[in-house]
């Protein structure tokens, strides 16, 4: 067993009575003005609160309110988005908030009541998932599943399990993370029992490919994701399609850390001490050379600009590879906001002027012709092929990349696509050194850095 | 056809009447003073010529005489010995020459006299090849067959082949060459009828595993060389077994280049014009790094050595990549005497101070725990695969060939087992540019640099 005081770690997690007191209120408020709304412009519709706060799951301080506005199946959809979007608007305006409106898979209006954000989310009552219309359909299904499966004391082994996932980095579904969902969270702790019997399946029986099946569905085989599990409420969805390898092995190695030396620091921030001088000591101590792309992200959402940022350091990876230099390693960050960074540490960033070139074995008649035509007799025999010495295009890395990305003269790199405007509208290729000597390195960025330095640093208290 | 006039090539490489009469008075006054010693001794022994003096292949000044001694079936091999050097000796000294004893597969002894250079090779008589005792008594056979075989005319287009053969660089079948020898270029006359019906079937036909089979034994599937030419007197070997990739290939270049552009010069050694200034020029203009290893060949027969330094040097490629640099080319030649060189030219020679080392998987909890003591918790999770940065041993590679061949620090690099002695004994590693400008190049080496950097020069005129 592990010796470590929950009940502490928990009074500090949990809600206040006056925080749940207060959103309670709220939220019988807003509930109350949707209905009577509704009911006056003779509407058939009810607000019904979802998530985190619904199930008793949210952790202080991030009451993560969500107001459903439920419709019946056969409800015409504009009917539905027209009048989902006027009860919110109307809601919040009586309540003298903000709002704003947004979309996922179909729109929604958010409100700031208060001090509080509240999404107020149109969507249709279904009575299984083969009536599905939109994702946000399966929110109440999934509300209800785990309000009736969930024991009253597991709500704060969520919480622990939520916690402890967000201080060691893996929480969070949306790309930028590529983590674990809350709703993962619940689902485990219903398969696993407590917070520690999450961690001690993970240490001990997770492997890529490991299937929860909570209702036994049998569908697993449908995905191939290194997590699979079966939507109780969908059995043809992954709860876990979201959670990449990486943030799945992190949770696995900070589980085990946690069991072998548990400590309460498991469940608060780290502490990361990281200083300018030492991060460009470090850098300059490795012996690589180190570039950051810097440019604006494009104003898309998050878990759009996520993706591309990814898709655009990994081809810049394999385009500078492609040409014979040699990576050690990349990543990527951005503030969602004015910057955005690609950083390629390189092992090899310059190269000799001549590269060799294997060309058709000497067998094969038509393309030797036409190889040979082109190098005119400086080619030579190596086994049975042709090889010839090419000048190289690109002997410097820095020149290779401003080239690809100021003239894009090179076709193949993959950029996302809203990226590749504002890398092409305006973007800076620099030395890690220059960079750090030259002050525009604020500390978000920094962070950044120490974080590639130190990779693993936040699975180990 | 083929607008050349070989008739002025065969006056120039043919053997002239009065080198036929004396190469044919010797070897008449030779035969007979062999044949009448063992008559008075009382042995069972008769000389008898062979090679491609017997066969009438032989080229102007290349006179290769061989006298066989050969015995009955049933003579026992230590009077075989005995007998067949001493009528040898004898011989030679009768003549007033020297004479040198030497090993193939048994002793033989090598007279020279009358500024030939004569091989007395004792050997048995057999009927087929099921009675082989040693690979020598194959030779007799050999020249049987194609004396037999051989139509008048066709010893020329031998010639010719052999002529051609040997100025681009292909003829021999010792390992220094890799090449063709004299009884395969018979076969390949014989098989192909002239020496243009040879370079067009070879330009147009050949493939690795083409197969030459003149008496239809059957047997080509036991072999897995490039060229199969299964020998009439023994269907058990392969003629071309000695013949490699690399030069079957270059001979099948050469034919297609002489065939599309025909040239007395094809038959006559290439003047290659080198120059110490315009090596260094060429070597320095490439950007990349170019170490020479030097070091005395040791006391072993050619057929030993050049095997021994080929191995040593694709072992150094193979541990300098495995390191982390990356190998362009290279080389390596020795005059079979006073100096050995083995040649590298390197694309990467410097490396960062950190490398980057893959770990066990995190899902393998014995591995991990091993890596992770060693590694005191400075590795991270990339995917599910535990890494660490290490610092590199060599961040240089020419520290590096020093410490493995001065110390042998390193025990995985493979040498020849005699040349290991001799390069630990005394060597020296130096950067080609150096060794350009120190005045210990003397031309034979130039000429191996020059061949480096110009690797099929021979094949064209």
């Not at 928990?10 to 003005?33: G, R, S, Y």
């Not at 350091?313 to 990349?330: D, I, P, T, Y």
Request: hydrophobic content about 40%.
């Amino acid at each position: 067993m592990v010796d470590i005081n929950y009940n502490a770690v928990l009074e500090d997690i949990k809600p206040t009575e006056p925080e749940k007191k207060k959103v309670k209120d709220l939220l019988d408020k807003l509930i109350h003005i949707i209905n009577k709304l509704a009911v006056k412009e003779g509407i058939t519709a009810e607000a019904v609160l979802v998530g985190s706060v619904a199930k008793g799951t949210w952790l202080a301080g991030k009451a993560d309110i969500d107001l459903f506005i439920k419709f019946p199946l056969n409800t015409e959809e504009r009917y539905l988005k027209k009048w989902g979007l006027t009860l919110g608007h109307k809601c919040i305006e009586m309540m003298n908030g903000r709002a704003e409106e947004r979309y996922a898979s179909h729109p929604y209006v958010t409100g700031f009541i208060n001090g509080c954000e509240i999404d107020f989310v149109p969507c249709y009552i279904i009575a299984d998932s083969s009536q599905l219309k939109s994702a946000v359909d399966r929110t109440i299904p999934h509300t209800e599943y785990v309000k009736r499966n969930l024991k009253p004391n597991q709500a704060d082994e969520v919480m622990l399990l939520k916690k402890f996932m967000g201080s060691v980095g893996t929480y969070g579904s949306e790309f930028k993370v590529g983590g674990f969902s809350g709703y993962l969270c619940e689902l485990l702790v219903l398969r696993y029992g407590s917070f520690q019997g999450v961690l001690e399946a993970a240490r001990d029986s997770w492997k890529p490919g490991c299937i929860i099946d909570l209702e036994n569905y049998g569908t697993a085989e449908l995905f191939d994701d290194p997590l699979i599990a079966v939507d109780p409420v969908d059995k043809n969805r992954n709860v876990a399609a979201a959670l990449n390898l990486q943030k799945m092995s992190e949770f696995v190695v900070a589980a085990g850390n946690f069991l072998k030396n548990p400590s309460k620091e498991y469940f608060y921030p780290k502490n990361l001490e990281f200083d300018l001088s030492l991060i460009k000591e470090e850098f300059e101590k490795r012996g690589t050379k180190t570039f950051l792309l810097t440019f604006r992200p494009p104003e898309i959402p998050a878990d759009a600009v996520y993706p591309q940022i990814k898709k655009t350091e990994n081809s810049m990876a394999q385009v500078v590879e492609r040409e014979g230099f040699k990576v050690l390693g990349s990543d990527s960050w951005t503030d969602e906001n004015e910057k955005a960074v690609i950083l390629l540490e390189l092992e090899t960033w310059k190269l000799p002027r001549v590269k060799k070139h294997l060309g058709p074995f000497i067998w094969s008649k038509d393309h030797q012709e036409r190889f040979l035509e082109k190098y005119d007799n400086c080619a030579w025999v190596e086994g049975d092929r042709w090889v010839v010495e090419v000048p190289r295009k690109y002997e410097n890395a820095e020149y290779f990349l401003n080239d690809i990305l100021v003239e894009n003269k090179i076709g193949y790199l993959q950029f996302g696509k809203h990226l590749k405007e504002e890398i092409l509208k305006n973007h800076e290729i620099i030395d890690i050194i220059e960079f750090l000597e030259s002050g525009k390195c604020d500390d978000n960025i920094l962070e950044f850095l120490y974080m590639y330095l130190n990779r693993s640093e936040l699975l180990w208290r």
